[in-house]
């Protein structure tokens, strides 16, 4: 499988495409990472980009996973039309998947309006949820562990080794339990990335790719 990740830093911090490879590879499955991301931005800023339109046009992509801006959340409408946007550009044969985010550390009231926005955006364009923002409260409050990074925001390494692990599940139409979830998520998160690679951090108090 050839999957294009196009997101933000709730993509590349811990190298969430780089996780679900570990993940395939632990399933005895071949996949083929690529990831277009910048911080900060949405879809309606990736569909403004020459890369985008190459990459989904010309890459030969099976799937592509598509993930919006999270922190702040930018609404419902937001979501849509970046997300439907990208479709219209997808050939036949790469399916959408979505990266359903989660909310704030302080703000969990606010993960119902992000996950109903992404489940009518995949109503709208065929497209299948990855529901890791569901899952992520959920995993949270039944094992007592830390998925935030220092800023209650990114990912700390544990959150996005489950969140590589829910897109996985799904892109191989996997069944998805809690319980498997957060034994592989822990299992991925003890591997070491190679250390020439950026990572966020915290330096001098600020936050820092590193």
């Known amino acids: 499988m050839k999957v294009l990740f196009i997101g933000n830093s709730h993509t590349f911090v811990h190298y969430v495409p780089l996780r679900v490879k570990w993940f395939f590879e632990k ?54 039309s970046g997300g439907k946007a990208i479709a219209g550009i997808c050939p036949e044969q790469t399916k959408i998947y979505l990266y359903m985010t989660w909310s704030e550390k302080n703000n969990p009231e606010g993960q119902k309006v992000m996950s109903e926005a ?27 562990e830390e998925l935030y990074f ?19 599940r799904t892109l191989l139409n996997m069944p998805v339990e809690k319980e498997e979830l957060y034994q592989e998520a822990r299992e991925l998160a003890a591997k070491e990335q190679d250390p020439r690679m950026i990572d966020l951090v915290m330096k001098d108090g600020e936050l820092d790719m590193a």
């Open 27 to 80: 399933h005895g499955k071949d996949i083929d990472v690529t990831m277009l991301t910048h911080p900060g931005v949405g879809l309606d800023y990736h569909i403004k980009q020459s890369q985008t339109y190459f990459d989904l046009m010309y890459g030969k992509y099976d799937a592509v996973v598509l993930q919006h801006n999270a922190h702040p959340f930018p609404g419902k409408e937001s979501v849509i």
């Open 118 to 144: 992404y489940r009518e955006l995949a109503a709208e364009i065929g497209a299948a949820v990855c529901p890791v923002g569901e899952w992520w409260w959920q995993i949270a409050e039944a094992y007592g």
């Open 150 to 168: 220092a800023d209650g925001e990114h990912s700390s390494v544990l959150g996005a080794s489950l969140a590589a692990v829910v897109i996985g």
